[in-house]
């Protein structure tokens, strides 16, 4: 699977699975492009990489077709773009924690009548910041990205989630954004093929030690049993095993594969 003298972007490249993907693509022979919109941690993952930093802010378009313009420009036509950047719902898990914890306990008893409300108060500027990073992101890196690549193929893998399709209580617009990416990502896969480019989803389930999940289950002892009991693997994934298809998709053994959604859950959406 090696991708030797590809150009390869990677949004959100400054920490967590950004970095990780960044570091591996590079392992791999790529040239990265690491976008961030923190420039200091772009530069560190860049340097570690062999590859370049580039400040962008992926909510807003024009950042996003200026870093492109910077890549090009830099080290040439764009091979592989992964759409990585996101945020977690901070904000939404010291909203509802405790009323979450409150209704696992009356579970427990065998009857939840506490309300989580997590929906009713979730306040419009979170929703929209959720989407615009998330949703908005993919959708400005797969332009700009398809762009280049109109005249000799290429390939886009975006980042959605176990939450686009199961959908995790108490988050809605985390859930709506990744739903968004995984119905996006199968529209213009259909419309890019013709191009040569091939657009594909890793939809993660729960891992450690790559990032801070989005909903921050992590935190949660009893929420950390119940992942792992739903899960048929029976523990949280490894860094590495989320890599691992990322890169796979990136590389030509993949060349086959397009709009599709890989889940890397230890098997969590088949239960």
Request: with cysteine; charged share 20%; net charge negative.
């Amino acid at each position: 699977m090696t991708l030797e003298r590809k150009v390869a972007v990677v949004t959100g490249g400054g920490s967590g699975l950004g970095e990780a993907i960044a570091l591996r693509l590079g392992r791999a022979g790529a040239r990265v492009a690491v976008l961030d919109v923190d420039g200091d941690a772009a530069r560190l993952t860049a340097a570690l990489a062999g590859g370049i930093p580039v400040s962008c802010d992926v909510s807003v378009s024009a950042s996003v077709d200026a870093a492109a313009a910077e890549v090009e420009e830099r080290l040439g036509a764009i091979d592989l773009w992964v759409n990585n950047a996101g945020i977690a719902a901070a904000a939404q898990v010291r909203r509802i924690g405790a009323v979450a914890e409150q209704q696992l306990t009356e579970a427990a008893a065998g009857r939840v009548e506490t309300p989580l409300d997590a929906l009713v108060r979730l306040p419009d500027e979170e929703w929209r910041t959720m989407l615009a990073v998330h949703l908005d992101g993919t959708f400005y890196g797969t332009r700009a990205a398809a762009r280049s690549m109109a005249s000799r193929g290429g390939v886009i893998v975006n980042i959605a989630s176990v939450c686009g399709i199961d959908g995790c209580v108490g988050y809605p617009h985390y859930s709506a954004a990744k739903a968004g990416v995984i119905g996006f990502t199968r529209a213009v896969a259909k419309e890019l093929a013709v191009r040569g480019i091939r657009v594909n989803a890793i939809a993660p389930g729960y891992f450690d030690n790559v990032m801070r999940d989005a909903t921050e289950t992590h935190a949660d002892p009893e929420k950390q049993r119940q992942v792992i009991e739903f899960t048929p693997m029976a523990r949280r994934g490894r860094a590495e095993e989320l890599i691992g298809p990322v890169v796979f998709l990136a590389s030509d053994a993949s060349s086959y594969v397009t709009g599709a959604v890989l889940f890397v859950d230890g098997g969590y959406t088949a239960m």
